[in-house]
C-alpha cells in the first residue's frame, strides 16, 4: 500500500527516483521499496489527516491555549507497546513522571483543518490508573478562534489496553470552515496514582459522517473500531482482488462489487497450519436489549474450516452467537445474529485454519443495530464476472 508523505522544502535540484530492492536479513525473503508521483506544489504542505505517531507528531504541539495552570506535557515516546504495531511504534502520552497535584493537566493541539461538511475523527487511546478507576481523565474537543468545545471525555480504567474513540465534525452550518482537535490529559486524584498512563495513537480524519461503532466496511484499509488479538496464532489480513491461493477466497468485495473494494481475509497457506487461528476483537460497546449484528462472509475451497463469532460481556461471560463450517459455496454471504447483554459487551470474530491452503476466509461490511436483526440475504458471485449486487444492510 502507498502512503502520501508530504514535506515542506525548497526544491533546488533535479532528482531521480529509482526502484530499489532489498533482502530481508530476518528470512532472506525478496522486498521491494517503491516510490510514485512526486509532485511539488507552491506554499506549506496541507496537515496530514492520518498520523500513527512513529516518526513525529504530525504538527500536534503543547499549547495551553492561553490556561497557565496547564503544567504537564505530552510527550512522543513508548511508554507501551503502540497500537498498530504492537510493539515497535510509538504514541503521544502525558508525561506524569514529574511531582503532580490535583488538577494537573496537558494541552496537545493540532493544525488547522478545513471543511465545510462532515468529518470523522477516529483515534485509539489507553488511559488506565492500576487498582483505582476514575483517577484520570481524557477529553477531546474541537477547536476554533481559540475557543475549544468540548466533544468527548472519558475516565480511566484499571486496564491498561487500547480503546477506540471518534468525534463527530459538523461544519454544514457554521461560517468558519477552520478547526483543530485538542488532546486533554487530566489527573484528577494525585494520591491514588499507579503505574497512570494516558495515551494517544494511530489518529485519522476522515470524510462523512461518523459510523457507528462495530460499523465497518475496510475501504479506508483500516480495521474501524476493530483490533487484531495478541492471543492468536494469525492476523486478519485486508485485501484487494483476489487472494493468492487457487480456487478459494473472494475475487471482489461485497461493499463495491469489485476488484478495487477492500475487504479482510485469513490466509490459510504456509506457514499457517491446521487449527492456527485469528482473531478480530471490537471495541467496547453498551448494554443493549435487542440488538442486531451483521457482517458478510465468505468460506469457499476444498479446505475451508471454520468461522466463529461470539460475545463477552464485561463481567467475563462468553457467549457464541454463531458457528460456521466447511464449504459455503463461492458467493459472499450474509449473516444477522441478534445480541442481547446487560452490560457492556465485545463481539469476537475467530477465523480457524482448516488443512490445507484451499481455505482462505474472508470477511466484509460488519454492521450493528440497537433494533432487532430483519432477514439475512446471499449473494451468488459469478467466476465469469466481477459484478456483485449490493448488499442489503441489516434493520436500522
Given at each position: ?59 500536534y504541539e503543547n ?92 475516565m480511566s480504567t484499571t ?238
Amino acid at each position: 500500500m502507498y502512503r502520501l508523505i508530504p514535506e515542506s522544502a525548497k526544491i533546488q535540484k533535479k532528482f531521480i527516483v529509482r526502484q530499489i530492492s532489498y533482502i530481508n536479513q530476518s528470512d532472506g525473503n525478496l522486498g521491494e521499496i517503491a516510490i510514485d508521483d512526486i509532485f511539488a506544489n507552491d506554499g506549506k504542505c496541507q496537515p496530514q489527516r492520518e498520523c500513527d505517531f512513529n516518526v513525529d507528531t504530525c504538527e500536534y504541539e503543547n499549547n495551553n491555549l492561553g490556561d497557565s495552570s496547564v503544567d504537564l506535557r505530552w510527550i512522543l515516546g513508548k511508554p507501551v507497546s503502540d497500537h498498530s504495531s504492537f510493539s515497535n511504534g510509538s504514541l503521544v502520552y502525558v508525561d506524569l513522571s514529574t511531582s503532580l497535584r490535583q488538577n494537573s493537566m496537558a494541552r496537545l493541539v493540532g493544525p488547522k483543518f478545513r471543511t465545510n461538511s462532515y468529518e470523522c475523527v477516529q483515534f485509539w487511546y489507553i488511559l488506565s490508573n492500576a487498582f483505582t478507576p476514575n483517577a484520570l481523565s481524557l477529553q477531546v474537543y474541537e477547536v476554533q478562534n481559540s475557543v475549544a468545545s468540548s466533544k468527548w471525555s472519558m475516565m480511566s480504567t484499571t486496564l491498561a489496553e487500547w480503546r477506540h474513540g471518534q468525534i463527530q465534525i459538523d461544519h454544514t452550518a457554521v461560517s468558519n470552515y477552520d478547526y483543530s482537535i485538542m488532546f486533554e490529559g487530566q489527573v484528577l486524584s494525585s494520591t491514588q496514582l499507579n503505574n497512570p498512563l494516558i495515551g494517544v495513537d494511530d489518529l485519522k480524519i476522515l470524510p462523512g459522517k461518523c459510523p457507528t461503532l462495530l460499523e465497518c466496511d475496510f475501504e479506508e484499509y483500516s480495521l474501524c473500531a476493530w483490533s487484531q488479538s495478541k492471543d492468536d496464532k494469525l492476523d486478519w489480513l485486508l485485501n484487494q482482488g483476489e487472494t493468492d491461493s487457487y480456487d478459494t477466497g473472494p475475487h471482489i468485495d461485497a461493499t463495491l462489487g469489485t476488484d478495487e473494494g477492500v475487504y479482510l481475509f485469513l490466509e490459510s497457506s504456509s506457514p499457517a497450519k491446521l487449527d492456527d487461528n485469528a482473531i478480530l476483537i471490537s471495541d467496547y460497546v453498551d448494554a443493549v436489549d435487542n440488538g442486531c449484528f451483521g457482517l458478510w462472509y465468505f468460506l469457499h475451497g476444498l479446505d475451508v474450516y471454520k468461522l466463529n463469532i461470539y460475545m463477552n460481556n464485561s463481567v467475563g461471560s462468553n457467549t457464541t452467537l454463531a458457528v460456521i463450517v466447511g464449504e459455503q459455496g463461492f458467493a459472499w454471504q450474509h449473516i444477522l445474529v441478534n445480541i442481547t447483554s446487560a452490560s457492556q459487551f465485545r463481539i469476537y470474530i475467530e477465523g480457524i485454519v482448516g488443512n490445507g491452503y484451499r481455505g482462505d476466509i474472508a470477511l466484509d461490511d460488519l454492521s450493528y443495530s440497537t433494533s432487532p436483526c430483519g432477514a439475512a440475504t446471499s449473494v451468488s458471485v459469478s467466476t465469469r464476472s466481477t459484478t456483485i449486487a449490493y448488499p442489503a444492510n441489516p434493520v436500522d
